[in-house]
């Protein structure tokens, strides 16, 4: 594939962050890389789920090539707390960088949501100076509906978010999804054209799980082998409602039920987590973040691998931590709204079973109801790992992409050429 202009991302989170959205913003401008295109990417420093820039980054501006990915990270505010208003500090003074730094001339721009202030900051940004070039919106959360969903936002503040979020679907060239459901939502509450959306799923991001000796990996981790294992990963934040983990192991604690729960990861709620467990007994503790390969252990040395959500969570997002739970084949206890994503996406997959949000009993008895039946949850954790390799797959999803990329710039490129502009030195170009 011949190109000379680049495909531009633009996206807070980026590698080497290993949770949230940054390892599918990085992995598809890699992939997409990897299939011709010359592809840039304006990022923020990696801090995320910690909320502290990484060690060696902080730089006011710093160029790296990452995966073959021109890679140019913009210093920000990042909040020590990631609440409401702090949080839209951080995404201001991170659009206000991308809208004052040199572009280029990008053939197709890709704006990645969350964030999603950032974001329309850089659409106003190509409707005055690059108002010809496709740009694509990739929605990995619907905003508006999570502050609303996680109690976070109201009033004056919650319109004037959807409003925004209105205003950037519809004025995007394509808006691309990660589920069926997301693209009924923003067909339904944002009016943008179906014609005008795409689908293109998340997958996977670790490597093939190789077999593991799961005896040693637990011993390693203390968990003996009569006790039921129960393992959450990524993202301690307000959404995963993580508090109703702990109390599901105070009550196994009181009960003598022999049922661990593991929760892997950093968050902005792991402190009060931390307290909340050190107040009372309980089976529930806490690990560090994971490199790959141990990651890939523990996910394969777990009993039952756990989605919680908060009550009142049911169409902000699709957890990204379910491909990998499907990649490792074991069975998925899903705590959250039964009309929800992530409840059919289990449904559909067939790979696990689905217990009311914020109840520490019914999810304590999901746990024993996958640990009663050996056969039932290989099965289950079985069609996990085959729903993820027939839907859930990297190169049908970065092909997917590339081509709704090609098909807009070639689009594009039926219209009069723009008129240079004598802006070579300026700011905007």
């Known amino acids: 594939m011949q190109q000379t202009s680049p495909t531009l991302f633009f996206g807070l989170n980026y590698p080497p962050e290993t949770t949230g959205i940054s390892p599918y913003t990085g992995a598809m401008a890699a992939g997409l890389a990897r299939r011709g295109r010359a592809v840039r990417a304006l990022a923020g420093h990696p801090h995320y789920p910690d909320w502290k820039v990484a060690p060696g980054y902080g730089q006011w501006s710093r160029r790296e090539n990452v995966d073959g990915v021109s890679v140019h990270r913009l210093r920000h505010f990042i909040p020590s707390r990631p609440t409401p208003v702090p949080r839209l500090a951080a995404e201001v003074t991170f659009g206000l ?3 004052f730094t040199r572009w280029g001339r990008p053939d197709v ?5 969350p964030a999603l202030i950032s974001s329309a900051l850089v659409r106003l940004r190509s409707r005055i100076t690059h108002p010809t070039t496709p740009f694509v919106i990739w929605v990995q959360d619907l905003y508006g509906l999570g502050l609303a969903e996680t109690g976070q936002g109201s009033g004056m503040a919650a319109r004037v978010i959807r409003g925004i979020e209105k205003w950037l679907l519809r004025s995007a060239t394509m808006v691309v999804v990660i589920h069926d459901r997301f693209a009924e939502r923003v067909h339904r509450d944002f009016d943008v054209p179906l014609d005008r959306t795409a689908v293109v799923r998340n997958w996977t991001h670790l490597p093939p799980m190789p077999k593991v000796d799961v005896a040693a990996v637990r011993r390693s981790h203390g968990w003996s082998d009569d006790e039921v294992v129960v393992v959450h990963t990524g993202n301690m934040g307000v959404k995963q409602g993580l508090h109703h983990v702990v109390d599901a192991g105070r009550l196994a604690h009181r009960l003598g039920e022999r049922v661990r729960f593991v929760l892997v990861g950093r968050g902005s709620q792991r ?3 931390v307290d909340r467990i050190a107040g009372e007994a309980t ?8 490199d790959h390969g141990a990651f890939s252990e523990v996910l394969q040395a777990a009993d039952v691998l756990l989605v919680n959500e908060l009550p009142g969570v049911s169409e902000m997002c699709v957890p990204s931590k379910l491909t990998s739970y ?6 998925v206890l899903a705590a959250t709204d ?11 997959a067939q790979a696990g079973i689905v217990v009311g949000a914020g109840d520490p009993v019914a999810l304590l008895d999901g746990v024993k109801v996958l640990a009663s039946d050996r056969d039932e949850a290989s099965r289950l954790g079985e069609n996990g790992r085959r729903y993820k390799e027939r839907v859930l797959e990297e190169t049908s999803a970065i092909d997917r992409f590339d081509r709704l990329l090609t098909d807009l710039t070639t689009a594009a490129g039926q219209t009069p ?3 240079k502009k004598s802006t070579k030195n300026g700011i905007f170009s």
């Open 97 to 99: 960088r991308q809208v």
């Open 109 to 113: 721009v890709v704006a990645v949501s």
């Open 271 to 273: 402190d009060e987590l």
């Open 283 to 290: 089976t529930t503790e806490i690990m560090p973040p994971l």
């Open 326 to 331: 499907f990649a490792s084949g074991r069975p």
């Open 338 to 348: 039964s009309s929800g994503i992530t409840a059919q996406e289990i449904v559909t």
């Open 417 to 419: 050429p723009r008129p």
